[in-house]
């Protein structure tokens, strides 16, 4: 698996068309260029091995003892980085590209302007 921005585009269409079929395999309608894009730089915001794992998994349809034997990974932390992957793409696709410590500053920092 390479970092090219060609291959991880392709990819990143791939699973997310993936993501968005209905499980009778039809296509809820075509994707917009916006939400690949949005996908595109989700994907891009998660650390390389959490990007891997996620695409081999929901991309290339592997399963987590598969990929926990190839990265050298315990099958517990795929899963946990699974978690992580979903939880960030979710929130991305929802429009909040902020990153943990933005969230918890804007949570737990008092404002200093009124």
Known sequence: MSDDPEELKARAARAFERS??????????????????????????????????????????????????????????VERRMATAMRRLDRYLRGDERTAWQRWRQQHLPRWRR
């Open 20 to 77: 968005v079929a209905h499980e009778s395999g039809e296509m809820y309608g075509p994707i917009h260029p916006d939400q690949l894009a949005t996908m595109e730089r989700a994907l891009l915001s998660l650390p390389r091995l959490t990007r891997e794992i996620f695409l081999a998994h929901r991309l290339d349809g592997y399963n987590y003892a598969h990929v926990a034997e190839v990265t050298g990974l315990s099958q517990h932390q």
